[in-house]
């Protein structure tokens, strides 16, 4: 099993940052992808983004340019940057992770922007 805990969501102003974190525990040798996915009030979850074990990311067209992710496999870790938030970013976020091809997923973070 592989437990996935994330902090750093929150209220911010449109324009601001804030910085998602969610850290891997258990089973976790042989992670290849770790990413966030977001579900917005009446949507869907979509995906955010993704980071591969060898550094190679992935990104919806909407937050490309704003948004970043990061990992420190030592840690165990996956990080999401965000910048310049609007509104439309308000979500619950959520880590995932890809260990011998099966996905594990986070508890959700709740990120509102306010305008």
């Known amino acids: 099993q592989v437990q996935l805990v994330e902090s750093g969501g929150g209220l911010v102003q449109a324009g601001g940052s804030l910085r998602l974190s969610c850290a891997a525990s258990?089973?976790?040798?042989?992670?290849?992808?770790m990413g966030w996915y977001r579900q917005a009030p009446g949507k869907q979850r979509e995906l955010v983004g993704t980071?591969?074990?060898?550094?190679?990311?992935n990104y919806a067209d909407s937050v490309k340019g704003r948004f970043t992710i990061s990992r420190d496999s030592a840690k165990n870790t996956v990080y999401l940057q965000m910048n310049s938030l609007t509104p439309e970013d308000t979500a619950v976020y959520y880590c995932y992770v890809v260990v011998n091809g099966v996905a594990y997923w986070g508890q959700g973070t709740q990120v509102t922007v306010s305008s």
């Open positions: 980071i591969t074990s060898s550094g190679t990311t």
């Open positions: 258990g089973r976790v040798v042989g992670i290849v992808t």
